[in-house]
């Protein structure tokens, strides 16, 4: 360890820091960590990449340590680095991070491209920079040396050039063929380099074998080793739930103990970390972690680059001390002639890579020459050749260190700093029109959102007088992709704004895109789309509502769906997963045939006493296990058989007749018990071929036993006693049922997989269609993208019904784990708001919070099945019912249970409503228009088709509206439905008035359920997750809103209001609010223009429901007498549990053929809705 010299002559200044010894590299280290953080911060104003600043920065400090001894005390150790110590130390965390940032799914189509520019491309160059140093430079170098040296400048370094390219948001494939190339050529040139410098020193001969087993270890074994390692540390963190230290620490322990691994076996640690990063991605850590993970990675990242460039730059100024004029020149041929070289290599490439891949352009063979610059690695290597004794000093060792150094200081100092303008002049900093029209309707919805917060805060007692002029002006948001003035106007690229002129009239006519113009948008909204779907199955799996496993599979789909043009994720797409095919499926099939085809049920017993008495001793469960008890007391004598103890052959030979006339014994009575079928069972079949084989090894045991036999016939006496240990193959049939569960728990695990992928593909299809609007501004795009997604979730729904019509129990399994997960993170969120609010201890938090993840933990071992619910459990769960168990003992009496056979027509559209279905099984086909809400006409509302299964709710807002039924309901598969008449329903809101009453809490389940999908498609709330939406209606209350009443709203007690039934107009603006919508902020003051209109009001988070709206009072009242008796007059009463319904005439009108006979209890499994 090199430490700062001791000053010892007293003086003050630098004396003062010699007074005790210190490790000076330390210093240094966090000195260059520090100004780096210095430099970054003043390059905020500049264009200079930050690298290339710190390597300039070492290059001055190494300079000032030459006619400063007190400098060259702390540069002197760093300058005289170790290579492999430089290397082991960087290189893990510079390759890792690369690699996990980058999109594996691209990685991979982009392969061949990678390993032709890699290891082709690399030979090449490698080649011709060692003709060029060989044959041109007047060093002479051997062919060994120059091989040696183009391995060395022929590596490049990808940081720079990928970093901006991304910046720029180039397309992605260019950034990750840079970034792919250098990563593979470095793991070429680090063996290139080792094999030429062994035989330069002349350490070892050319062995073909060894340098072949060398080739194997590297191409073969370091991506083996990296995969293994990948899968390994997969496993590791499967077992692992929201620790983010021990996430956190086994990444970056992988990275360096992989890199160390492969290159103590001989391998490359460079592709072996490589691989593990690319199969390794943010999925596989958990969700809570995400942030922390990257953060760390960036830092590690950073603090690597700093160090890196600053060593660098150090050590290439002890490299120019020795310069002179001939070098100068040398190293710029040399610069030159690394970037011809580089060009002539691609252009001598292209034709292949323009044909695999994503293509090849000639602006990206530009960028991979241009980009191409030297940095950490090409410096490793060089101090490798420097340090290595067998080189000579002067003529191989300084000359390479002092060629090389120069590549890298100019390739540093021209390349980097020019690329930004060199991308520009290619046209790769051009932004299109599809994205400048996305970034303009961006800017206008975060200006809209602006103004709705400003016009908030204006109300807001303490802000009141505040400088609302300066306020607009310092939160106006540019657009950054605006022209010039000279160029056209960002709004003309805008189809919401577009016009063109009549030539016959010069009116403007809205401009109509070309075909192009609209493949190419259509083409930008489907990859927005596809990003946006990514974006909603990464939500399903950080609220826990999708597991690792499938969340991965939907992502990976959604990758390969981008490179497909105008393709979109389809059912089919999905569909394989959950598909009852492969190697499990095929097992079961054959375990239950082995197994089942011998029982009772399948034979009847004979009328004959004697043959019916062997029927009932077969068929019972305690000659089976005497049977199994027989065959493991003969495994003993037969082992003996086989060992050198001969004075008890007699009685192993007695012992042999014994247990042979029991399977003879055996084989008769359940020949007598089957009769004719004894013959067509598989396990009796096997029992002849033993009683045959043991026939056959008694008579050769009798014939040949006492007399002397020859060597052939002793082996045929062997081959039999081998035969007897088949006799404890039929202990496989105990196995089997054991077998049996195994391979339908794993049957279950894949449909539960298949379902959890269907279930998260729906539900991205629902979220991306409630933002369609956001993704493009042209109607016609908009309309054709609502049309696919609609399609594709129509599709998804209608299998997923299937799918639990036939496995019930695992819809349910999934479900239930989902609303366990839902309300565990609604638990854990309450935890973290009274933690924050100070209402709890950070130890009583932590308990609290703890006892939650172990609970979530648990859910990743969550059983596969669980049995469906019964017609009176899903009865008791109606959400309005809220557990109250006269309500529910009150729909127990009233309540009546319908069958439909497919096709019968469950609701007749335009029919008056005959009260609310809930579905118990099956599944129903909803075809018509969207709910009547009273705001709009029905040529206003959309047509709808829609599938539902088991636990939907059928009718509600038309019984409590008395409006005619908008949809036709059908069933697609038999189907049971519990119905509560529409009477039966009038009369329990005369039964249970009090506050809240049964009609209020219907009203308010329909209007939080409206509230969320219109809230969900507001841009303010579009980052919101559904739990999220949840908890912010939880407090939300239901307020009449009578005709021409006006009502003040957004005065400091409300959050959100949302029209969920009529309509309403804003008395300032005089625009109409038409339910569904959630009014804007800007509006304060309302009046009704329907009827009858329903808020639904969020209060603000300190104030009670009652105290923001004291007309919530007026529920408690209850009907008059002569209200109450006119509802009364049309009610009839039924008895039992659930009411038995016959004749259906009276429910379902023209429908009466459907209803079925009714069993008068309720079946015991049932199928629960999607």
Same mark, same amino acid.
């Not at 990242?301 to 040398?330: E, K, M």
């Given at each position: 360890?090199?430490?700062? &010299?001791?000053?010892?002559?007293?003086?003050?200044?630098?004396?003062?820091?010699?007074?005790?010894?210190?490790?000076?590299?330390?210093?240094?280290?966090?000195? &260059?960590?520090?100004?780096?953080?210095?430099?970054?911060?003043?390059?905020?104003?500049?264009?200079?990449?930050?690298?290339?600043?710190?390597?300039?920065?070492?290059?001055?400090?190494?300079?000032?340590?030459?006619?400063?001894?007190?400098?060259?005390?702390?540069?002197?150790?760093?300058?005289?680095?170790?290579?492999?110590?430089?290397?082991?130390?960087?290189?893990?965390?510079?390759?890792?991070?690369?690699?996990?940032?980058?999109?594996?799914?691209?990685?991979?189509?982009?392969?061949?491209?990678?390993?032709?520019?890699?290891?082709?491309?690399?030979?090449?160059?490698?080649?011709?920079?060692?003709?060029?140093?060989?044959?041109?430079?007047?060093? #002479?170098?051997?062919?060994?040396?120059?091989?040696?040296?183009?391995?060395?400048?022929?590596?490049?370094?990808?940081?720079?050039?990928?970093?901006?390219?991304?910046?720029?948001?180039?397309?992605?494939?260019?950034?990750?063929?840079?970034?792919?190339?250098?990563?593979?050529?470095?793991?070429?040139?680090?063996?290139?380099?080792?094999?030429?410098?062994?035989?330069?020193?002349?350490?070892?001969?050319?062995?073909?074998?060894?340098?072949?087993?060398?080739?194997?270890?590297?191409?073969?074994?370091?991506?083996?080793?990296?995969?293994?390692?990948?899968?390994?540390?997969?496993?590791?963190?499967?077992?692992?739930?929201?620790?983010?230290?021990?996430?956190?620490?086994?990444?970056?322990?992988?990275?360096?103990?992989?890199?160390?691994?492969?290159?103590?076996?001989?391998?490359?640690?460079?592709?072996?970390?490589?691989?593990?990063?690319?199969?390794?991605?943010?999925?596989?850590?958990?969700?809570?972690?995400?942030?922390?993970?990257?953060?760390?990675?960036?830092?590690?990242?950073?603090?690597?680059?700093?160090?890196?460039?600053?060593?660098?730059?150090?050590?290439?100024?002890?490299?120019?001390?020795?310069?002179?004029?001939?070098?100068?020149?040398?190293?710029?041929?040399?610069?030159?002639?690394?970037?011809?070289?580089?060009?002539?290599?691609?252009?001598?490439?292209?034709?292949?890579?323009?044909?695999?891949?994503?293509?090849?352009?000639?602006?990206?063979?530009?960028?991979?020459?241009?980009?191409?610059?030297?940095?950490?690695?090409?410096?490793?290597?060089?101090?490798?050749?420097?340090?290595?004794?067998?080189?000579?000093?002067?003529?191989?060792?300084?000359?390479?260190?002092?060629?090389?150094?120069?590549?890298?200081?100019?390739?540093?100092?021209?390349?980097?700093?020019?690329?930004?303008?060199?991308?520009?002049?290619?046209?790769?900093?051009?932004?299109?029109?599809?994205?400048?029209?996305?970034?303009?309707?961006?800017?206008?919805?975060?200006?809209?959102?602006?103004?709705?917060?400003?016009?908030?805060?204006?109300?807001?007692?303490?802000?009141?007088?505040?400088?609302?002029?300066?306020?607009?002006?310092?939160?106006?948001?540019?657009?950054?992709?605006?022209?010039?003035?000279?160029?056209?106007?960002?709004?003309?690229?805008?189809?919401?704004?577009?016009?063109?002129?009549?030539?016959?009239?010069?009116?403007?006519?809205?401009?109509?895109?070309?075909?192009?113009?609209?493949?190419?948008?259509?083409?930008?909204?489907?990859?927005?789309?596809?990003?946006?779907?990514?974006?909603?199955?990464?939500?399903?799996?950080?609220?826990?509502?999708?597991?690792?496993?499938?969340?991965?599979?939907?992502?990976?789909?959604?990758?390969?769906?981008?490179?497909?043009?105008?393709?979109?994720?389809?059912?089919?797409?999905?569909?394989?997963?959950?598909?009852?095919?492969?190697?499990?499926?095929?097992?079961?099939?054959?375990?239950?045939?082995?197994?089942?085809?011998?029982? &009772?049920?399948?034979?009847?017993?004979?009328?004959?006493?004697?043959?019916?008495?062997?029927?009932?001793?077969?068929?019972?469960?305690?000659?089976?296990?005497?049977?199994?008890?027989?065959?493991?007391?003969?495994?003993? /004598?037969?082992?003996?058989?086989?060992?050198?103890?001969?004075?008890?052959?007699?009685?192993?030979?007695?012992?042999?007749?014994?247990?042979?006339?029991?399977?003879?014994?055996?084989?008769?009575?359940?020949?007598?018990?089957?009769?004719?079928?004894?013959?067509?069972?598989?396990?009796?079949?096997?029992?002849?071929?033993?009683?045959?084989?043991?026939?056959?090894?008694?008579?050769?045991?009798?014939?040949?036993?006492?007399?002397?036999?020859?060597?052939?016939?002793?082996?045929?006496?062997?081959?039999?006693?081998?035969?007897?240990?088949?006799?404890?193959?039929?202990?496989?049939?105990?196995?089997?049922?054991?077998?049996?569960?195994?391979?339908?728990?794993?049957?279950?695990?894949?449909?539960?997989?298949?379902?959890?992928?269907?279930?998260?593909?729906?539900?991205?299809?629902?979220?991306?269609?409630?933002?369609?609007?956001?993704?493009?501004?042209?109607?016609?795009?908009?309309?054709?993208?609502?049309?696919?997604?609609?399609?594709?979730?129509?599709?998804?729904?209608?299998?997923?019904?299937?799918?639990?019509?036939?496995?019930?129990?695992?819809?349910?399994?999934?479900?239930?784990?989902?609303?366990?997960?839902?309300?565990?993170?609604?638990?854990?969120?309450?935890?973290?708001?009274?933690?924050?609010?100070?209402?709890?201890?950070?130890?009583?938090?932590?308990?609290?919070?703890?006892?939650?993840?172990? #609970?979530?933990?648990?859910?990743?071992?969550?059983?596969?099945?669980?049995?469906? /619910?019964?017609?009176?459990?899903?009865?008791?769960?109606?959400?309005?019912?809220?557990?109250?168990?006269?309500?529910?003992?009150?729909?127990?009496?009233?309540?009546?249970?319908?069958?439909?056979?497919?096709?019968?027509?469950?609701?007749?559209?335009?029919?008056? /409503?005959?009260?609310?279905?809930?579905?118990?099984?099956?599944?129903?086909?909803?075809?018509?228009?969207?709910?009547?809400?009273?705001?709009?006409?029905?040529?206003?509302?959309?047509?709808?088709?829609?599938?539902?299964?088991?636990?939907?709710?059928?009718?509600?807002?038309?019984?409590?509206?008395?409006?005619?039924?908008?949809?036709?309901?059908?069933?697609?598969?038999?189907?049971?439905?519990?119905?509560?008449?529409?009477?039966?329903?009038?009369?329990?809101?005369?039964?249970?008035?009090?506050?809240?009453?049964?009609?209020?809490?219907?009203?308010?389940?329909?209007?939080?359920?409206?509230?969320?999908?219109?809230?969900?498609?507001?841009?303010?709330?579009?980052?919101?997750?559904?739990?999220?939406?949840?908890?912010?209606?939880?407090?939300?209350?239901?307020?009449?809103?009578?005709?021409?009443?006006?009502?003040?709203?957004?005065?400091?007690?409300?959050?959100?209001?949302?029209?969920?039934?009529?309509?309403?107009?804003?008395?300032?603006?005089?625009?109409?609010?038409? &339910?569904?919508?959630?009014?804007?902020?800007?509006?304060?003051?309302?009046?009704?223009?329907?009827?009858?209109?329903?808020?639904?009001?969020?209060?603000?988070?300190?104030?009670?429901?009652?105290?923001?709206?004291?007309?919530?009072?007026?529920?408690?009242?209850?009907?008059?007498?002569?209200?109450?008796?006119?509802?009364?007059?049309?009610?009839?009463?039924?008895?039992?549990?659930?009411?038995?319904?016959?004749?259906?005439?009276?429910?379902?009108?023209?429908?009466?053929?459907?209803? #079925?006979?009714?069993?008068?209890?309720?079946?015991?499994?049932?199928?629960?809705?999607?």
């Amino acid at each position: 360890m090199y430490y700062v &010299a001791q000053n010892s002559s007293g003086d003050t200044g630098w004396g003062i820091l010699y007074q005790h010894k210190q490790p000076g590299i330390i210093l240094t280290i966090f000195g &260059a960590c520090l100004f780096g953080a210095i430099v970054r911060t003043l390059l905020k104003s500049l264009t200079l990449p930050y690298t290339v600043v710190m390597a300039v920065c070492g290059i001055l400090m190494g300079f000032l340590s030459f006619p400063y001894e007190q400098v060259d005390s702390y540069t002197n150790q760093i300058a005289n680095i170790d290579p492999e110590l430089l290397l082991h130390t960087f290189m893990p965390v510079l390759i890792f991070s690369c690699a996990f940032e980058i999109e594996s799914h691209n990685f991979w189509k982009s392969l061949p491209q990678v390993l032709l520019l890699a290891i082709p491309g690399f030979l090449i160059s490698t080649s011709m920079i060692a003709l060029l140093v060989v044959k041109v430079f007047a060093y #002479k170098w051997n062919w060994y040396v120059g091989m040696m040296f183009g391995a060395i400048v022929s590596t490049t370094d990808p940081f720079l050039s990928s970093t901006l390219l991304r910046t720029l948001g180039t397309a992605k494939a260019l950034p990750l063929l840079i970034e792919g190339e250098s990563l593979f050529s470095d793991g070429a040139s680090y063996i290139i380099f080792g094999v030429f410098k062994d035989f330069a020193t002349d350490l070892v001969p050319f062995e073909a074998s060894q340098f072949c087993v060398k080739m194997i270890l590297q191409l073969v074994g370091s991506p083996l080793l990296g995969f293994i390692m990948a899968k390994f540390i997969m496993f590791w963190l499967s077992y692992i739930f929201n620790d983010g230290l021990i996430e956190i620490t086994i990444s970056l322990a992988t990275a360096y103990i992989t890199f160390y691994v492969a290159q103590w076996l001989g391998m490359s640690g460079v592709i072996t970390v490589l691989m593990v990063g690319l199969l390794l991605d943010i999925v596989n850590f958990s969700p809570e972690v995400e942030v922390f993970l990257i953060r760390f990675w960036e830092m590690l990242t950073y603090l690597a680059n700093t160090l890196i460039f600053f060593i660098v730059g150090i050590v290439i100024s002890r490299a120019f001390q020795h310069l002179t004029l001939n070098d100068f020149f040398n190293i710029i041929v040399l610069y030159f002639a690394v970037y011809i070289i580089r060009s002539i290599t691609i252009v001598v490439l292209s034709p292949v890579l323009v044909r695999i891949g994503y293509g090849f352009r000639w602006q990206w063979a530009s960028v991979c020459v241009w980009g191409g610059t030297k940095g950490a690695f090409c410096l490793s290597l060089t101090l490798m050749a420097f340090h290595e004794q067998g080189l000579d000093e002067h003529l191989v060792r300084e000359k390479v260190l002092l060629l090389a150094s120069g590549v890298v200081v100019l390739s540093l100092l021209i390349n980097a700093t020019t690329l930004t303008k060199f991308l520009k002049l290619l046209g790769l900093c051009d932004v299109s029109v599809v994205k400048r029209m996305a970034m303009y309707s961006a800017v206008q919805r975060v200006t809209e959102s602006s103004q709705n917060t400003l016009s908030m805060l204006k109300i807001d007692r303490f802000l009141a007088d505040a400088n609302w002029e300066t306020a607009e002006q310092r939160v106006h948001v540019e657009d950054p992709y605006k022209t010039s003035t000279e160029e056209v106007s960002i709004e003309d690229f805008c189809p919401t704004a577009r016009v063109t002129k009549c030539p016959d009239c010069e009116n403007n006519i809205p401009y109509v895109p070309s075909q192009r113009e609209r493949e190419d948008m259509m083409e930008e909204a489907r990859m927005r789309v596809l990003k946006a779907q990514k974006t909603s199955y990464w939500k399903q799996y950080s609220s826990g509502m999708l597991n690792r496993q499938a969340a991965r599979t939907l992502i990976n789909t959604a990758d390969n769906m981008s490179d497909l043009k105008g393709k979109f994720i389809t059912v089919q797409d999905v569909k394989k997963y959950w598909e009852m095919k492969g190697f499990f499926v095929i097992l079961l099939r054959k375990l239950e045939d082995w197994l089942y085809n011998v029982k &009772a049920e399948k034979l009847k017993p004979s009328r004959h006493p004697w043959l019916k008495l062997c029927y009932q001793v077969v068929f019972s469960v305690s000659f089976e296990y005497v049977m199994y008890v027989l065959i493991l007391l003969n495994i003993f /004598p037969i082992a003996l058989g086989f060992t050198d103890i001969t004075h008890y052959e007699l009685e192993l030979q007695v012992l042999n007749y014994i247990f042979c006339a029991l399977y003879v014994l055996e084989a008769i009575f359940k020949a007598l018990a089957m009769r004719r079928a004894y013959i067509f069972n598989h396990w009796n079949q096997f029992d002849i071929f033993i009683l045959l084989v043991s026939g056959v090894d008694i008579y050769i045991e009798t014939k040949f036993g006492l007399s002397e036999i020859n060597f052939h016939m002793i082996n045929i006496v062997r081959v039999f006693k081998m035969f007897r240990l088949t006799r404890a193959l039929r202990l496989v049939k105990i196995v089997i049922p054991k077998l049996i569960k195994v391979t339908n728990r794993q049957i279950s695990k894949q449909l539960s997989f298949g379902y959890d992928i269907g279930k998260g593909y729906v539900i991205g299809e629902e979220d991306i269609s409630k933002i369609i609007d956001h993704i493009s501004d042209d109607k016609s795009i908009s309309t054709e993208l609502k049309s696919i997604l609609e399609k594709n979730r129509l599709e998804g729904v209608r299998e997923l019904g299937f799918l639990q019509r036939d496995h019930p129990e695992i819809a349910i399994s999934v479900k239930t784990r989902q609303a366990i997960r839902a309300v565990l993170n609604s638990e854990r969120d309450t935890i973290h708001s009274l933690m924050s609010g100070g209402l709890l201890d950070d130890i009583e938090a932590a308990k609290l919070q703890k006892m939650i993840e172990i #609970k979530m933990k648990k859910l990743t071992k969550f059983p596969p099945t669980i049995s469906a /619910p019964t017609a009176e459990e899903l009865l008791k769960s109606l959400p309005w019912l809220s557990k109250d168990t006269s309500q529910i003992n009150f729909f127990k009496r009233v309540a009546q249970l319908l069958f439909f056979d497919f096709g019968d027509t469950i609701i007749q559209q335009n029919d008056a /409503p005959r009260g609310i279905h809930l579905i118990v099984s099956g599944m129903v086909k909803i075809t018509g228009y969207s709910p009547d809400l009273g705001g709009k006409k029905l040529k206003d509302r959309n047509q709808q088709t829609d599938y539902r299964s088991c636990g939907t709710i059928l009718g509600e807002l038309n019984c409590l509206t008395q409006q005619p039924m908008e949809v036709t309901v059908t069933s697609e598969t038999a189907t049971q439905t519990c119905l509560i008449p529409i009477d039966s329903l009038l009369e329990a809101f005369d039964v249970f008035p009090e506050f809240p009453s049964l009609e209020y809490k219907i009203w308010h389940s329909l209007a939080v359920k409206i509230s969320t999908t219109a809230i969900m498609e507001h841009i303010v709330y579009q980052g919101w997750t559904y739990r999220q939406i949840c908890n912010h209606l939880a407090k939300a209350y239901v307020v009449d809103l009578e005709v021409n009443r006006k009502l003040n709203i957004y005065d400091g007690t409300m959050e959100d209001v949302v029209v969920v039934f009529g309509r309403c107009d804003d008395l300032q603006s005089l625009s109409s609010y038409l &339910a569904p919508v959630l009014i804007s902020r800007t509006t304060h003051q309302i009046v009704g223009t329907a009827n009858t209109t329903k808020l639904l009001i969020v209060p603000t988070a300190h104030l009670e429901t009652k105290e923001s709206c004291p007309e919530l009072q007026k529920l408690n009242s209850v009907p008059c007498l002569r209200h109450a008796a006119q509802r009364r007059s049309s009610k009839h009463t039924g008895s039992g549990l659930l009411k038995t319904v016959v004749s259906g005439e009276s429910l379902v009108g023209s429908s009466k053929e459907s209803l #079925k006979v009714v069993e008068q209890k309720v079946p015991s499994t049932v199928r629960l809705e999607f």
